[in-house]
Every structure is written in C-alpha cells, then in structure tokens.
C-alpha cells in the first residue's frame, strides 16, 4: 500500500513539475516507452587532459566527479584522442567512427580552392555531410541517432530541430527558434536560478576583464580585440554551458535516448592563458556543477534508465607562439622559402600578430551579424601572397603551394624551414611511398621511426607514426605539414595563444574519460582507449551493437577462461523490495548492475517478484541471474514455507524458511553464514 501510495505521489509531483509544463509550452516531442528503456548523457570536458583532470582532482576543482569515483563507482580511463588531436575529429570518430575526417582545425578546402575553418557552418556541414554519405555506403548508424546535440562541431546525426548552438547550426534548434515569446519566459522563469546564477558570474568575470585588458595590452595585444574578448568569455563559460544544461535536462525528461553536452569553457580559457592557468582551473567548478545538475535530473527521469558518461576529447600543452620567438609568422617564412631568400636577407614581418582562433566559438550563440559583436577575425587563410598559402591555427599547420613541386624541391623547402626558421619538424612525401621528416638535426622516416622523433616514452607510440601517416595523406592536407613539437624541444604554435591542442605532445593526446565500471568497453590490452572504442560502448550501452561489435564480444565470451580461485567468499545480501527504485520504476537491470558492481561469489536477494501482476509477471531471481551470468547461485530469501527448501534452478538457488526463523534472517550477519553452509552441504 505504501509503494502504491508514492507511486501515486511521484506521479502527481511530475504532472506539476516545471519541467512537464515547459514541454507542453514548447510543444516539444516526447519519447514515450517503457521506463527502463537505457538512454545515455554523454558530456564532454572540452580540452582536459588527463593529467590537468588529475590535478583538478587533487585540488579539490571537482568535487561531484570525485564523488562519482568514490560512491558511485565510476572509474577514470586514459583515452587517446587520435590525430589531429581537436575537437572536429575526435568527434567525427565518436559520432560516425572515422578517423581523421579533417587533417586539422583550419586547412585548404581544394574543391574550393580556399583556407576554410571548422567554426563557419558551410565548412561544418560539408564535412559532416560527406561523412553521412560514407556511412550510408557502409551501412553505419551515427551515434546521436533520435537524441540531441549540444555546442559541437558535428550534429552527430540527430534531427536538425534537436542540434543546438553547434558549428552547423547557431543558437537554438529550429523548435524552440519558433517557440512564442511567452513560452520562452516561461522558460527563463522556470530556470531562474540558472539566471541568477548568471548574473553572479557575468559580475564576477566583469570584475576580472579589466586585470586581463591590462595584462593583455601589455603584451602587445589589440585593443579592440581585448575588448571584444570580454563579452566572448561570459558568452562560452557561463551563458552557453547554462543554456546547455536548461536543454540538456529538457532532453532527458522528453526521454530522447542520448544527449550529447560539450563543455567548452576550459578550453576557451585554457587556449587565452594555459592549460594550468587558474582562470582555466577556474572554469571547473562551473562545469562541475553543470555535471551534477544534469547527473540528478538523469538519475530521476522516469521515461528512461540513464547513464551519465563524462569525457574529454583531448587535452592541451602550454605554448609560445612561432611569431613571438621569430617576430615574423609561418607564412612570411614560408614565402620567404619560396622567394629564395638566403640566410642574409632579413624577413620583415607582414603583420603584429600571427592568427588567432579567440572568441571564435562565442558565435555559436547568435552567429549571422550579431556575431561580430564577439567574434575575432582571423587571418589564418589571407592571400596577400599569389605563390603560397598557409593555413596554421594551433601547432599543426600545412604549406600549399600554387603548383605541384618535384620530390627534390619539396625536400629542399622542408630542411630550409627546418633549420633557418625554426620549424620543429616539417613533414613531406604525401604521394610518396613512405613519409619524410625534417628537423634542424637530420631526416626521419615514417612510421617506423616515430619512436626517435617523439620519444620511446610516448604514451601512444604504438599508434601515433601511423595516425600522423593518415592525417599527411588526408587529401585536404598540404604539401607540406608543419609540426610544432618533437622530442627534445618545447612544444610551439603557429597562432596566437598560450594552451594549444592538435598537435602530438603527451597532453594534447592523452585525455581521459570517467564511465561506470560496468560501462560496456572492449577490452584493452593497450591500457588506454581511443574515441572509436567509447563509441562502441555507448552503441552497445543504446541496445545498437555493431556487427563488428557483437563478434568481438562473442569471441571473447568463448575465448574467457574461468576466474581464479580463490581462498576468500564474498558474499552480498540485498533487500531489493521488488526491483522498484526510488523513482517507481521497476527495473531489475539497475538491481543487477549494482550487484555486478559489488563482484560478489554468493548473492542473498530478499523480497524478489515471481509472477505477480505489478511487475510484469516475470521471474525476477531468474532475470536478474540471466544478467549476472554468475557461475555462483543467487539466493532468493522468503519467509512463507512452513519448512525448509532448497531448490536449484540454473544459477538459481531458492532457499524458503519457514516463520519461526524469521527473527534470523532479520540480522545481515547470520544470514550470509547459512547461506554459504546450505550450499556446501
């Protein structure tokens, strides 16, 4: 009577709740099913390597995912972001599983014939375009199929009414662009602690703009510029992450089967003033926050059984420009190649400041002319010089030229660039057989000697000569490449930053990712994970296993030997009460996974179902065993046989006690004892 009394309630509370009547407001799309359908939240800390997370850690910066490691077991991974390490194709392998899809953030588009950049949204969509065509010869699904799309480069697949602020699409989705004003106040009215929220900090970042104007003029920065980057940060670290997180709990009380968030203050900050920066630090908190918000409107939703998943899609190194250590920028030096300019002849720099990819983000928020008010233009792409062109915003950038040069000029330019101007290592032989590197001591090739360029102690050696070969190859890729780092040197970029990721450093590549413990990944013996592993995870987690997937793990099931023995019994007692959760559901795959979580040799369930009509008249002991898949027996505990039973089923053991044995089975000590002492017997 109790439990239908809160089932009642909770049901009553939902019909009132803010969040139901919003959705009518809205008139936004509901996925209706049953309650334990899995669904997934996927959110990504845009820029965090694995060691920053670990510091943030250690200094308190994320105390709820540190909660989640310590009560809700979840457990961090090293994830290997692939090459080039940056957003568009890290998302590209999670989302559609391809690497590589763009050889770097900025690059010549040669069916265009000019620089593009992965923020415009004709760029984001061709390319995303291109990948749905792949697919559908291939036969993929993408991964964010039916669900929503939150502040990416990629949609990820999902219907255009549900991506939001993304590089193909600014602002709101096309569904809540035409909701009616009203509608929309209801909405800031409804969510007035995210407003509040706001306005605190919008005062607390006006109160530091003034100290980062100074500091930044005081380096020889644009004024104007500074100024615009002030109303750019409140945009990407407050206002996006909280818009976000209103639409992100939207999504999971419509039901929709995953939401894909990615978070981009830290990166923001972090490419301003340096991946270690404080202010950068700063920014976790926020987003902390943003998790544990979203985490509980996940852990209550009653259209679906969700999991939240928290990862990064690679991490960054702190940098000095190439501008600022040669005072002239990596096109002035690579005309200058060009030109045929001997070691005598001074280079004049062309421009006070090499390109820069700062506030560019800020337009996803309104994009069109409203963007300028915080946008920065770039000059990564300029054609001031008819003989070359440069594309370089990070510390990967490509050489182009005009006309198709011979193997031997090729390699000329390269070791001039090596060694007159600096470049760390210079990459050439995209048609060739094998690929080539320049540095200011010798030439390397690749992959088999990626190890003497980069280090044995690379955490990724194993893989990073071959996906440094994919991206060279890439066809929008230049003729030449330009790397900003190899072993031996510090790390440099071709832009006008201090944090910088695409490049091969150990913390531009290695990032992290924060899942259950019973999270479906493949097994690794590498020790690390990769974007299309996780994606793989999250298909399986979906119910939507690949083919290669579902072979994988069948040929692992057979292949696994039998779990070593040993001398202890850990055993588990669980009073279930029906598989019904605190938020009405019945689901015994939730039971099941706790259990799962504890690893327990003999389990003690009490007040399990078996055939009543209120759960669906299914066998829960059963089912929750045919989970488990123990080799060990569940013990399903009741108190309504007058005398004692045991009787096996499968994995299944009953065991009934008759009434005068009730005050026992009432102390959590006695009752694992016996339990251990009937089956021996």
Excluded at 49 to 63: C, I
Excluded at 140 to 146: A, E
Excluded at 504 to 522: C, I, K
Aim: aromatic share 8%; proline share 6%.
């Amino acid at each position: 009577m109790i439990g239908r009394f809160e089932a009642r309630l909770r049901r009553l509370v939902r019909k009132f709740s803010r969040t139901h009547w919003l959705l009518r407001f809205l008139h936004l799309s509901i996925s209706e099913g049953p309650a334990n359908r899995p669904g997934l939240v996927m959110l990504q800390i845009d820029g965090l390597s694995l060691d920053q997370f670990n510091r943030a850690l250690d200094k308190g910066e994320l105390p709820f995912l540190k909660r989640l490691i310590k009560r809700e077991h979840y457990q961090v991974h090293t994830q290997y972001s692939g090459l080039p390490s940056s957003t568009p194709a890290v998302q590209g392998e999670i989302f559609y599983g391809i690497k590589t899809v763009v050889p770097a953030f900025s690059f010549l588009d040669r069916r265009k014939g000019e620089i593009v950049r992965m923020f415009e949204p004709a760029t984001a969509q061709q390319v995303e375009e291109d990948l749905r065509e792949q697919m559908a010869r291939d036969g993929v699904d993408s991964l964010c199929t039916g669900g929503s799309s939150y502040s990416n480069i990629f949609s990820g697949g999902v219907d255009p009414d549900e991506a939001h602020f993304c590089a193909s699409s600014f602002g709101w989705g096309s569904a809540l662009r035409a909701a009616n004003p009203f509608a929309l106040l209801f909405m800031l009215v409804t969510n007035i602690n995210s407003v509040i929220r706001i306005l605190i900090l919008l005062v607390v970042e006006l109160v530091i703009a003034p100290v980062d104007l100074v500091r930044g003029l005081y380096h020889g920065r644009n004024f104007i510029n500074e100024l615009k980057f002030i109303p750019a940060r409140v945009a990407i670290c407050i206002l996006l992450r909280e818009l976000c997180v209103i639409g992100g709990k939207m999504d999971i009380q419509r039901g929709l089967p995953i939401v894909h968030i990615n978070f981009l203050g830290y990166d923001e900050q972090s490419h301003r003033r340096g991946p270690d920066s404080m202010f950068a630090h700063w920014t976790l908190k926020g987003i902390d926050n943003a998790v544990e918000r979203l985490w509980r409107e996940a852990a209550h939703a009653h259209r679906r059984h969700y999991d939240v998943w928290v990862y990064s899609d690679h991490g960054q190194s702190r940098t000095t420009s190439y501008f600022k250590l040669q005072g002239y920028d990596i096109l002035e030096a690579a005309n200058a190649v060009v030109d045929g300019l001997d070691e005598s002849v001074p280079i004049v720099a062309g421009r006070k400041r090499a390109p820069s990819v700062e506030t560019q983000r800020a337009k996803l928020l309104v994009g069109g002319k409203a963007g300028h008010l915080v946008s920065v233009k770039t000059n990564a792409g300029d054609k001031r010089h008819d003989k070359v062109q440069v594309a370089g915003l990070g510390p990967v950038g490509f050489v182009y030229f005009p006309e198709p040069l011979e193997p031997a000029e090729l390699a000329h330019a390269a070791r001039i660039l090596a060694t007159r101007h600096k470049v760390p290592a210079v990459v050439t032989g995209s048609g060739e057989a094998q690929l080539r590197v320049w540095t200011a001591d010798r030439e390397f090739l690749l992959p088999q000697q990626a190890a003497e360029l980069f280090g044995e102690d690379h955490p990724f050696i194993d893989v990073i000569g071959e996906d440094l070969e994919r991206l060279c190859r890439h066809p929008h890729a230049g003729d030449l490449t330009l790397l900003g780092w190899r072993k031996g040197i510090a790390p440099i970029t071709f832009a006008t930053e201090n944090g910088s990721h695409a490049g091969l450093t150990h913390e531009e590549t290695r990032a992290f990712s924060l899942l259950p413990r019973d999270a479906p990944l493949p097994d690794s013996k590498r020790g690390y994970y990769r974007p299309s592993d996780l994606r793989e995870a999250a298909l399986h987690h979906l119910g939507r296993p690949t083919p290669a997937t579902r072979a994988r793990r069948a040929r692992a099931r057979r292949g696994r030997s039998p779990a070593p023995h040993s001398e202890q019994l850990r055993v588990m007692t669980y009073n279930v009460h029906s598989c019904v959760g605190v938020d009405g559901k019945f689901a015994a795959e939730r039971i099941a996974r706790v259990i799962a979580r504890a690893n327990p040799d003999v389990v003690a369930l009490q007040e399990l179902d078996a055939g009543r009509a209120r759960t669906g008249g299914e066998d829960q002991a059963e089912r929750i065993a045919h989970y488990l898949a123990m080799a060990n027996p569940i013990i399903d505990v009741n108190t309504i046989c007058p005398r004692p039973v045991a009787r096996a089923t499968g994995p299944v053991v009953r065991i009934r006690f008759r009434s005068s044995l009730r005050p026992t089975m009432n102390s959590s000590r006695a009752m694992p004892i016996w339990a251990r002492s009937s089956i021996c017997s």
